[in-house]
Every structure is written in structure tokens, then in C-alpha cells.
């Protein structure tokens, strides 16, 4: 063992480290080994081990300049796993985020390479409040990886974030796409606590860069209700922009809820005829979303449900339920969907919100629940279903 490992143990237990974190010393020897497959597993098996490596953390700081990028992001998410008790490594991770390396991750099960400031970014947002501070101070930098990591950063902590707001608003006031888009990142994990962005968002709304404009609909549609002020131009993107933009608008309309209007609800409503069928989808959401005072888009909904262009059925079928209260023809069309690859497991789900007026559902559900069906999501979300229509209904499971 090193002496720095060695050190760092003794400070972390207060003299010989106990036999139930033997395991951190191996692994704290291992980040100096001259293999770097093995410096890589060993920050893996720290990161592990969550807050119980909060002695490691010196260690890791250090590691966050290995020559093996795959070994420094490594490094990063050790320490964010770490949490809080890792505050004293925030000013490493600040430095880090210029780090211009790419590391390899998977996104599901395909293979791809990802900036190593990233994975700081996310490492500084799982230290949490405490780092606030820092975080706010680096949305000034010049560096694009600086106030961008911060801003991620600043999402990942949440509501807790809320006295970020103004610095994350100067960011989107910035004549910066990268800038504005970095600032309305940061607002989106904020959510509700950020309404006194809602002025600057309605304004980016308005950018010529369409990324720009589906990040605010995203940063508008967290905010909720208290961005109402936003309606009007929503209204307009939904009907007149690109698609990206239009699908974006629809959920920011849902998100603000039940205050949208009358002419919100008929956009949404009109909608449901758009010619691809994401905005479709997002606008029979939205309507859901917005419950009974959206009693106008019954008809359509029943009729996009019966002869389309609603491909999307399952969320038409549970917004149609949450408007008018009606179990049919809602019920129906969610049986219906049991048996879709994409939609089974949504669809069980809603069975499930609607409780026992879906009891005509119990049959198909109680196959789609037993012991020997071969999708674990789908049997849990079919037996969960049923706990919610007939308790008594549930098949019993054995061993599996």
C-alpha cells in the first residue's frame, strides 16, 4: 500500500482500519497501479461503495488527473456517489470540468463516448447544496465546459438550487446559444422555485436557434403554472413551428395545467391531427394533464381513438378518462394495448389509475401477470394493476 493510501485510512478510521473496510484499502492501492484497467475497476469498486468511501477521497482527487480519461470520469462518479461528506473535493471537480477527454459509457445497451466533464458535472451535482456556492460563482467563467458544467450541476441538486436562479437567468440573457441553453438546463431541474425566470424564458422562446426555443418550452413546462404568462407564445409555436418545437409546446401547455385557456385547449386539440405523430402523442398527454376543463377534447380524442391518426392510444385512451370520468371507451382501448411491445407496460398502468371500473380488464391482466411471463416489467405492472382493480384477483407467485 502507499503511503498516501496508508495515511488516508488512518485519518478516515482514527488508527488501523477496521476489518469491515479492508476492502477501500485494496482498492485505494489499486488507483496507483501501473495498469490502468485496474485503476479503473478500482474507482468503480470505491464509487461502490458509496458514502462508507469518504475517506477515499483525497485519493480520487488525485485520480481526477490520471493519464486514462475512462479512469478520471471514474474518478468523478466515485466522488459524487460519495455525496455531501465529499464537499472538500469541489474545487478539484471545478478545475476538472475543463477536462476535454472522452470517456466510454453506454446509453442503454449501445456503446459510446462521453466528455469527461460530464461526468464531473454530475459528480458536483451529487455533493449536493453544499457546493452551491462554487457553482454559482462558476456560472460566471468564460469557459463554455465551466458554466455549463455548473449549470448541470445545478439541475442535478433540484429545488434546492433556487438561489441559483438570477445568475442562471444572466446565462440566458447571454447573446450565446450555448450559454442560453446552458442557463435553461440549470432552470429545469429548479422547477416551480425558478418563476422568476418565466420573463426570460418567454423571451428565448422567441430565438432564431430552435434549440434554444425547446429548452425553454422544457424549463417552462417545469415551472408549471406559474408560468401562464408564457401561453400565448406557446399557443403560437404549437401551431406554427418545427417539430421538435411543436411537441415541446404541447408539454409545456400541459405542464402550466388547467389556467391555459380556452384557445390553449383548442390548440392542443387541433393537435391531435398534426401530421407527426410525436406531437400527437405529447398533445393527448397535455390534454390529460389538463383534466376536465379540457371537456372539449372528448369528441376529438374519441374519434382520433376510433379511426386515428392517434397512433399513441394509450395516453388518448387515459386522457379521455381523466376528462370526462368515463371508464368506456378508455377501458377498452387499454386492453386493446396490452399486447403492444412499446405501450403493455403504460397501458397496465393506467388499467391500474382507473381501479376498479376497469374490472372488464382483470382477464387479460391476470394472464399478463403470472408467474411464467417472460417480462418481468410487464408481470409487475399487470400484477400491480390488479392490486388497484381486485386485490383478490392477483395470481399467486411461486419461485421463479
Known amino acids: 500500500m502507499t503511503t498516501l493510501a496508508?495515511?488516508?485510512?488512518?485519518?478516515?478510521?482514527g488508527g488501523a482500519p477496521p476489518s469491515g473496510e479492508r476492502p477501500l484499502a485494496k482498492h485505494l492501492e489499486a488507483l496507483r497501479d501501473a495498469d490502468a484497467t485496474v485503476r479503473l475497476e478500482a474507482a468503480r469498486s470505491i464509487g461502490r461503495l458509496g458514502p462508507r468511501a469518504q475517506g477515499a477521497v483525497p485519493a480520487l482527487v488525485e485520480?481526477?488527473?490520471?493519464?486514462?480519461?475512462?479512469v478520471r470520469?471514474?474518478?468523478a462518479r466515485a466522488i459524487g456517489a460519495v455525496g455531501p461528506a465529499a464537499q472538500s473535493a469541489v474545487p478539484a471537480l471545478l478545475a476538472a470540468l475543463k477536462d476535454k477527454g472522452q470517456f466510454s459509457t453506454f446509453q442503454g445497451e449501445v456503446p459510446t463516448r462521453m466528455p469527461v466533464w460530464a461526468a464531473v458535472s454530475d459528480a458536483l451535482g451529487d455533493v449536493g447544496p453544499a457546493a452551491l456556492p462554487d457553482l454559482v460563482a462558476a456560472l460566471d467563467d468564460d469557459h463554455p465546459q465551466v458554466f455549463a458544467?455548473?449549470?448541470?450541476a445545478i439541475r442535478r441538486i433540484g429545488p434546492e438550487a433556487k438561489e441559483a436562479v438570477a445568475p442562471l437567468v444572466a446565462l440566458v440573457k447571454r447573446d450565446d446559444p450555448f450559454a442560453r441553453r446552458a442557463g435553461i438546463y440549470g432552470l429545469i431541474g429548479i422547477g416551480p422555485e425558478?418563476?422568476?425566470?418565466v420573463p426570460a424564458l418567454v423571451e428565448a422562446l422567441e430565438a432564431e436557434n430552435f434549440h434554444t426555443r425547446y429548452w425553454s418550452c422544457r424549463a417552462l413546462r417545469a415551472i408549471g403554472p406559474e408560468a401562464k404568462a408564457a401561453v400565448p407564445v406557446l399557443i403560437r409555436l404549437l401551431r406554427e413551428d418545427l417539430p421538435s418545437v411543436r411537441r415541446h409546446a404541447a408539454q409545456a401547455l400541459g405542464g402550466i395545467g388547467p389556467e391555459i385557456?380556452?384557445?390553449?385547449?383548442?390548440?392542443?386539440?387541433a393537435a391531435l391531427d398534426d401530421p407527426l405523430e410525436p406531437v400527437r402523442e405529447d398533445a393527448a398527454i397535455a390534454l390529460g394533464e389538463i383534466g376536465p376543463p379540457a371537456e372539449a377534447a372528448a369528441p376529438a380524442l374519441e374519434k382520433a381513438l376510433a379511426e386515428g391518426p392517434l397512433a399513441a392510444r394509450v395516453p388518448g385512451a387515459k386522457a379521455l378518462w381523466v376528462i370526462t370520468g368515463r371508464s368506456d371507451p378508455a377501458v377498452g382501448v387499454l386492453v386493446d394495448?396490452?399486447?403492444d411491445y412499446l405501450w403493455g407496460v403504460a397501458a397496465a398502468e393506467a388499467l391500474g389509475e382507473i381501479g376498479p371500473p376497469a374490472a372488464r380488464a382483470v382477464p387479460a391482466l391476470r394472464k399478463l401477470a403470472a408467474p411464467d411471463q417472460a417480462r418481468e416489467d410487464l408481470r409487475?405492472?399487470?400484477?400491480?394493476?390488479?392490486?388497484?382493480?381486485?386485490?383478490?384477483?392477483?395470481?399467486?407467485?411461486?419461485p421463479r
Open 63 to 70: 485520480t481526477l488527473g490520471d493519464d486514462d480519461a475512462d
Open 261 to 269: 385557456g380556452e384557445e390553449a385547449t383548442a390548440a392542443l386539440i
Open 337 to 339: 394495448e396490452l399486447g
Open 194 to 197: 425558478a418563476k422568476a425566470a
Open 380 to 398: 409487475q405492472a399487470a400484477a400491480a394493476a390488479l392490486k388497484q382493480i381486485d386485490p383478490a384477483s392477483v395470481p399467486q407467485q411461486g
Open 6 to 13: 496508508l495515511a488516508v485510512l488512518i485519518a478516515w478510521a
Open 149 to 152: 458544467g455548473a449549470a448541470g
Open 73 to 75: 470520469a471514474a474518478a
